[in-house]
T-cell receptor, first 118, second 117 residues
C-alpha cells in the first residue's frame, strides 16, 4: 500500500521568509513518481513538479526548490522569499511507475495550508 | 495545448435527487480520465478512472457511477444523492493512447463544488 504523509497541517509565514513543506512517503514499488501540486483558493490543482524515483537530483525553478532523498523517503518543497501569492494548499502525491492494480493511482497527502502574510 | 473543462462550477442539490457532472478535455486524443473527490478542502480520493471509451474502473464502492460516452468526455452520476456526497469534485486527464508513457502527469480541471442539502 502507498501512503503520503504531510505532517504540517498549516504553516504561517511573513512575506519574504523561506518556508519548507515536508513530504514523507511509503511505497513497496521500486520505481515511482512523486508530484507536488498547488491548490489556490479557486480550487483548481496546479501541477508544480514531477520527480522520478531513479533521479535524486534536486531541482530548482525560480523561487521553488525540491529536495528528494530516497534514503529517507522524503520529497520536501522549499519556497524561497515567499510571497502572498504563494498562499495555497500544497499537496504531495505518489504514483507507481508500472501498471497493474495500481495503474494511474495518485496517492495524495492531506495537504499543507500555507498562509503568507504581507 | 490541452484544456480541461468541468461544469457546472457549483451545484446545490437536495438529498435523493440525481446528479450529473461533466468533464471534457480538448487538444488530445484518447486521454486517461479520472474523477476525484475532495472533502472538507483536504485530501483527494480517486473515485473512477478510464483508459478508453466505455472502460471505467471504480476505486471506491459508493453511491456514484461514471461513464465515458465519448473519447474526451467523462461523466459522474448518481441516481440518488446522499448528504455525504457533498464535496469538491475534480476531473483530471493524462496522456493515454492505449499505453501509459512512463512520465504521465495528471492535469486537473477547475472542479465542481457540490452541496447536498
Amino acid at each position: 500500500a502507498q501512503k503520503v504523509t504531510q505532517a504540517q497541517t498549516e504553516i504561517s509565514v511573513v512575506e519574504k521568509e523561506d518556508v519548507t513543506l515536508d513530504c514523507v512517503y511509503e511505497t513497496r514499488d521500486t520505481t515511482y513518481y512523486l508530484f507536488w501540486y498547488k491548490q489556490p483558493p479557486s480550487g483548481e490543482l496546479v501541477f508544480l513538479i514531477r520527480r522520478n524515483s531513479f533521479d535524486e537530483q534536486n531541482e530548482i525553478s525560480g523561487r521553488y526548490s525540491w529536495n528528494f532523498q530516497k534514503s529517507t523517503s522524503s520529497f520536501n518543497f522549499t519556497i524561497t522569499a515567499s510571497q502572498v501569492v504563494d498562499s495555497a494548499v500544497y499537496f504531495c502525491a505518489l504514483r507507481p511507475a508500472a501498471g497493474g492494480t495500481s495503474y494511474g493511482k495518485l496517492t495524495f497527502g492531506q495537504g499543507t495550508i500555507l498562509t503568507v502574510h504581507p | 495545448s490541452q484544456t480541461i473543462h468541468q461544469w457546472p462550477a457549483t451545484l446545490v442539490q437536495p438529498v435523493g435527487s440525481p446528479l450529473s457532472l461533466e468533464c471534457t478535455v480538448e487538444g488530445t486524443s484518447n486521454p486517461n480520465l479520472y474523477w476525484y473527490r475532495q472533502a472538507a478542502g483536504r485530501g483527494l480520493q480517486l473515485l473512477f478512472y478510464s483508459v478508453g471509451i466505455g472502460q471505467i474502473s471504480s476505486e471506491v464502492p459508493q453511491n456514484l457511477s461514471a461513464s465515458r460516452p465519448q473519447d474526451r468526455q467523462f461523466i459522474l452520476s448518481s441516481k440518488k444523492l446522499l448528504l455525504s456526497d457533498s464535496g469538491f469534485y475534480l476531473c483530471a486527464w493524462s496522456l493515454g493512447g492505449g499505453f501509459t508513457p512512463p512520465q504521465e502527469t495528471q492535469y486537473f480541471g477547475p472542479g465542481t463544488r457540490l452541496l447536498v442539502l
